[in-house]
Each structure stands twice: as structure tokens, then as C-alpha cells.
């Protein structure tokens, strides 16, 4: 999320306009080099297959219905590496028009309840596609987060993103997916306020390393550190470290000191061969974990720890050459190594295809390299197009209509990403449509309530304006308002 970390701008033309950028905002900035053009074609070929994966806008969930999270992710994906445009616009108009699908137990007859992790997502995300955050949907998600930060009267808890409920929905499930949501959009979207900082900053042990959860069987804890049994987690930390270099971009206080923290403990984490691996039933190196990770890296200017991260992405991706029976898949990245074998044997089955959707997202993260905080600003590294391999991306068809449980789980998933109750979920990590696509169109066809207020991932923004801000830069004067315009949009 790091907004103070540009890796996409050509090497001549940002050498010489990061100065200018930096005297007219007075903001620093650092110019970092891209990562090595095979990692940017690798995910361009994961995103290319990921695109091919949607209908009509929408990546289903395990269960045949729209998964709302799992359709940001992609559209993130898709946004950080600059490809398929009009699915990115489908998608953006399905995300526009489902909002209270996804943040609200509405659509399973459920009124008075408004999800904070997944709404501060959805912030998130029409911030990064370029889109109006004040009227995504015809809702205004930057005012919704904010009614839905805890205030003074909240002790401790203080800046906590939180869900708002006049039902019966059981406790708070927020966690530190949600807060970086939270801090992500609100920077995106204007100023991000001191303490919803303070809250995530809490939220890391001494060692660097964040926690999941700020709950315990007691109640709320104080911070991370008054927790004994604390579980640190190499996604939340993931997220948080780029969240937090958001924050220090926007001029928050102690944010750059914690990013750099958690970065270290990222790096202590890393296994021999660029893995990781996350906490609870996702300890096992695995795609989702390696993808924030590896991105959380490049964001802080860990370029090696980055590169190796990726390097071990590649190795889990499938091509026309070592597909096997999954050749027709090549560009899809397996979660993990068992996941990929067997795929080579025996082909993608419909059972295992939400589960590489899954990785796939996350993935792309970690090989792109572009940090959460500068998608939809910086433009994606450049590379020779692929060639089209895999799954084509989709023509029209009925958008998926079966549904899913309301009752989501409250354990990380295998997309990297927490899903609480009924608060966020799963990842990534991650609408990223183009910046022109319009978010008021209405979809095609009318999906079946899904499994609702599950937050999640992380996610990008908009290639076309990638492209719109390095005209800008070469123009010269008109990146100030540019620049000025994405920081302080809304």
C-alpha cells in the first residue's frame, strides 16, 4: 500500500521528474527499480488467466455463487499488471452495483447491519480504480468507513474499524485485514485519521510481526504485546506494513518506524527458497501468503527478499511447457506445490478451481510487485505482451446464480485473507477497473444472494490511469495535479 514507493515509472522519465514531484508536494519520494521483466510476464500471464476466469464481471465463490472479496482481488490483479480493460470495466460495474451485497446483510433480509472491513474495502478499491469513493454505487464509502471507526468513547479500541448492527449478529469480528482496509482507503481517499493509525500500530508485537485478531476469549485486548498468546501473521503484517507506508505518505505519526519494523520480521520469516507461509491452517508455504508478502517487501524496498519471493511464485506457476495435463491453465499459479503436482497429473478440476482463482489473485501481487498503496497511480512494469495462453478471457454469459451460506466462517482462508463473522474476509489482498469504466452500470444479469460482509483482501486500481499519470509526468507541470488529485480525491 505504500504510497511513498514508486516501482513502475520508467527509469529515464522517473530519474528525472521525481524531484519535481517531490518540491512541488514535499513529499519524498523513492524511486525503486522494477522487478526483472520475466517476474512482470509471469504476472501478466497469472492475470491474463484470471481474466478468463470471470463472467460477466464476477469471480464465483466455491460454491458456484458470486464471491464479492474474491471478484475485488481480481479486479486488482488485473489493474496492477494492466490487462483485459473490459473485464476490468465489467467488474467495476458489478462491484458498483452490488456495494450492500457485499458490506450488508441485506440481501439475506437482514437490515440495520453495515460491515466496517468490508466496507472500508470497497473504499479501498473505488479509490484505486480511479473511481469517486464519495458515490461508488451511489454510495459514499468514505463517510461509511468513517461513521464506522470507533471514537474517544471506545477506550483502547479507539480508530478500531467496526461493524454497525441493530440486529443480532454476534460480536465484532474485525481484525487487521479490515484496519489495513481502512487505513488504505482513507488515505486514498483523503486524509486518514491519526488514530484508526494508532489502533493498527497496536495491533504489532515487539518482535515486528502483526497479529490476526485484536480480540480474546476475554474481550478485546489492549495491543498486541498485552496478548500472551498473541499469534503473529505473515499476511496481516503483509498488509499492515503496506497500510502503514500509506499512512506516512499521508504524514501520519509513527508510521514509517512500524512499517519498517514489520518489514524486518517479514524478512525473518522468509524460508530458503523466497516462501512463506501464514499462521493457523495456512502455515505451509503457500501462493497467498508468498504474494502479500513478497509485495509488503517491494513496497518497503526489501528488493532481494522481494525478488526471491517471487522467484518462488514462478516456480508454482503452470505454462505450456510444464502443465502437463493443465497445459490449457498455463498462467494460473497453484497455492502450493502438492496443489500444482497434482494438477500436472491429472488437470484443473471444478472442485480445485476456486482455490487457484484463490492463489492466482494474491500471486500476481507478489510478482508485480506494484504496492497496494500505488495501484491505479503507478503504471504497470512494462513488459512484451504475452501471448495469450490459458483460459480466453470470457464473452457474455449468465453471471453465476447459485448461493452460498450466510453464515461465513470465522478462520483464515487459503486466499490469505481472514473471514470473520460476518466481518471480511478473505484476501487480498485486493475493484481495480480501469479509471474509465463506469461504476453505475448495471449488470447483465441479477446474481443470487451470496455469502455477505466478507471483507478480505487486498486489491489495486485502474491501468488506464497509469497510463493518463505518465503523460502527465512527461508533460511536466500537470503532475502536480495529478498527484495532488489522487492524494486528497473526496
Not at 472479496?69 to 486488482?76: R, S
Not at 468490508?118 to 468513517?146: H, I, M, N, V, W
Not at 481502512?182 to 486524509?191: E, I, K, M, Q, T
Not at 470465522?410 to 470473520?420: F, I
Amino acid at each position: 500500500m505504500s504510497r511513498s514507493r514508486s516501482r513502475r515509472l520508467g527509469a529515464g522519465v522517473v530519474a528525472a521528474t521525481a524531484a519535481t514531484i517531490a518540491a512541488l508536494t514535499a513529499v519524498p519520494l523513492t524511486v525503486v527499480a522494477a522487478p526483472a521483466p520475466a517476474h512482470a510476464a509471469a504476472a501478466r500471464d497469472a492475470a491474463s488467466w484470471l481474466a478468463g476466469e470471470f463472467a460477466d464481471g464476477v469471480l464465483p465463490g466455491p460454491f458456484g455463487g458470486p464471491d464479492w472479496g474474491l471478484t475485488i482481488d481480481g479486479l486488482l490483479a488485473l489493474s496492477a499488471t494492466g490487462v483485459h480493460a473490459p473485464v476490468r470495466q465489467a467488474a467495476t460495474a458489478q462491484v458498483a452495483a452490488h456495494v450492500r451485497s457485499y458490506n450488508s446483510l441485506d440481501d439475506w433480509g437482514i437490515s440495520g447491519f453495515l460491515d466496517g472491513g468490508s466496507t472500508a474495502k470497497l473504499l479501498y478499491a473505488a479509490s484505486a480504480a480511479g473511481a469517486d469513493p464519495t458515490d461508488f454505487g451511489g454510495f459514499d464509502l468514505r463517510t461509511e468507513t468513517l461513521s464506522l471507526v470507533a471514537g474517544a468513547d471506545a477506550g483502547h479500541q479507539r480508530g478500531r474499524i467496526t461493524s454497525r448492527t441493530t440486529a443480532d449478529t454476534g460480536p465484532d469480528a474485525s481484525n487487521a485485514f479490515d484496519q489495513s482496509f481502512a487505513v488504505l482507503g482513507l488515505a486514498r481517499s483523503g486524509d486518514v485519521p491519526q488514530d484508526t493509525v494508532d489502533f493498527l500500530i497496536r495491533q504489532q508485537c515487539a518482535a515486528g510481526g502483526f497479529r490476526l485478531y485484536p480480540d480474546t476469549a476475554d474481550g478485546p485486548s489492549p495491543s498486541c504485546d498485552e496478548q500472551a498468546d498473541a499469534t503473529l501473521d505473515v499476511d496481516s503484517t503483509a498488509m499492515a506494513v503496506q497500510a502503514l507506508l500509506a499512512a506516512a505518505a499521508d504524514g501520519a505519526a509513527g508510521a514509517t518506524a512500524a512499517a519498517a519494523k514489520g518489514a524486518a520480521w517479514l524478512v525473518d520469516q522468509q524460508r530458503a527458497d523466497g516462501s512463506f507461509g501464514g499462521s493457523g491452517p495456512t502455515t505451509g508455504a503457500n501462493s497467498n501468503s508468498t504474494g502479500l508478502a513478497g509485495q509488503a517487501l517491494a513496497a518497503a524496498g526489501r528488493d532481494a527478499e522481494a525478488a526471491r519471493a517471487a522467484g518462488a511464485l514462478a516456480a508454482l506457476q503452470l505454462t505450456a511447457a510444464n502443465g502437463g495435463a493443465a497445459a490449457a491453465d498455463a498462467g494460473a499459479v497453484a497455492y502450493n506445490t502438492d496443489s500444482l503436482t497434482t494438477a500436472v497429473a491429472s488437470g484443473i478440476t471444478d472442485t480445485d478451481r476456486d482455490q487457484w482463482r484463490r492463489g492466482s489473485a494474491q500471486a500476481v501481487l507478489g510478482l508485480v510487485q506494484v504496492p497496494l498503496g500505488r495501484i491505479g497511480l503507478d503504471p504497470p512494469p512494462s513488459s512484451p505482451a504475452p501471448t495469450p495462453t490459458g483460459t480466453a478471457p470470457p464473452t457474455a454469459t449468465a453471471s453465476p446464480t447459485a448461493t452460498t451460506s450466510p453464515v461465513p466462517t470465522g478462520s483464515p482462508t487459503p486466499t490469505g485473507t481472514a473471514v470473520p463473522t460476518p466481518s471480511p474476509s478473505a484476501t487480498t489482498v485486493p475493484s481495480t477497473p480501469s479509471a474509465t469504466a463506469s461504476t453505475t452500470a448495471a449488470p447483465s444479469a441479477t446474481p443470487a444472494p451470496t455469502t455477505p460482509g466478507l471483507g478480505g483482501l487486498p486489491t489495486t486500481g485502474a491501468a488506464i490511469t497509469s497510463y493518463v499519470l505518465i503523460a502527465f509526468l512527461l508533460v511536466g507541470g500537470g503532475v502536480l495535479l495529478v498527484v495532488l488529485g489522487r492524494r486528497r480525491a473526496a
